[in-house]
């Protein structure tokens, strides 16, 4: 089983339809992100949290919204789905003691807004 | 603004080297990542460098020159599974992660 699982993987809806993809985790991370991968662009931060108390808006949060249930669950809503929030979408995690601040990615979620 | 620079695409043969190249600029630096991601998986880590020289783990390495702004990751003895897109990410003064929009590999037999 994955550390990182994120549900659903693929998802295709409607302008104005609202969205929540979620991530769980078994890592035992507090930080948790939420990036958005579009074709000849980098990664992108969305939304991050570092612990359960804590939510920051990355570079490009307009339009979407994060929960952070528990140490373990991330979830990402789109209260309002438009056709350029297209994309992959990934969570990652990291370990706050680690050395290099590698993140460990869920497999991502395809979503497709008409 | 800040920027990360990296081919679009690459193409070797089975069996040689390859050198992609990442340059970068950046507001401040802690840091600087390589990420493997085959196509329509998720990204997994690489290797990460934070001081200047050459990191080496097995058949990858990775080099940074912070006075240059440059990185390199170095794959020797290809395989045809080491076709997928490297990502180079560099960490700014802020702790951010910058990424760039990766390198797509291609090797042929």
């Known amino acids: 089983d994955a550390d990182v699982t994120q549900t659903p993987r693929n998802r295709i809806t409607k302008t104005g339809k609202r969205i929540m993809l979620e991530c769980s985790q078994t890592?035992?991370?507090?930080?948790m992100y939420w990036y958005r991968q579009d074709p000849g662009l980098g990664l992108r931060l969305i939304y991050y949290?570092?612990?359960?108390?804590?939510?920051n808006k990355g570079e490009i949060s307009d339009g979407y919204s994060v929960s952070r249930q528990a140490q373990a669950k991330f979830s990402l809503s789109l209260e309002s789905a438009i056709p350029n929030q297209t994309a992959l979408y990934f969570c990652?995690?990291?370990?706050?003691?680690?050395?290099?601040?590698?993140?460990?990615f869920g497999e991502g979620s395809r979503l497709t807004v008409l | 603004g800040q920027n990360i620079d990296q081919p679009t695409e690459m193409t070797a043969t089975e069996g040689a080297i390859v050198q992609i190249n990442c340059t970068y600029q950046?507001?401040?630096?802690?840091?600087l990542f390589w990420y493997q991601q085959h196509a329509g998986e998720a990204p997994t880590f690489l290797s990460y460098?934070?001081l200047d020289g050459l990191e080496e783990k097995g058949r990858f390495s990775s080099f940074l020159s912070r006075s240059k702004g440059y990185s390199y990751l170095l794959l020797k003895e290809l395989q045809m599974k080491d076709s997928a897109s490297y990502l180079c990410?560099?960490?700014?003064?802020?702790?951010?992660?910058?990424w760039g929009a990766g390198t797509k590999l291609i090797i042929k037999p």
């Open positions: 990652a995690t990291s370990d706050l003691t680690s050395d290099t601040g590698e993140l460990f």
């Open positions: 890592k035992g991370h507090d930080r």
């Open positions: 949290s570092f612990d359960v108390k804590d939510i």
């Open positions: 950046t507001s401040g630096f802690n840091g």
């Open positions: 460098n934070v």
């Open positions: 990410a560099v960490m700014d003064s802020n702790y951010q992660l910058i």
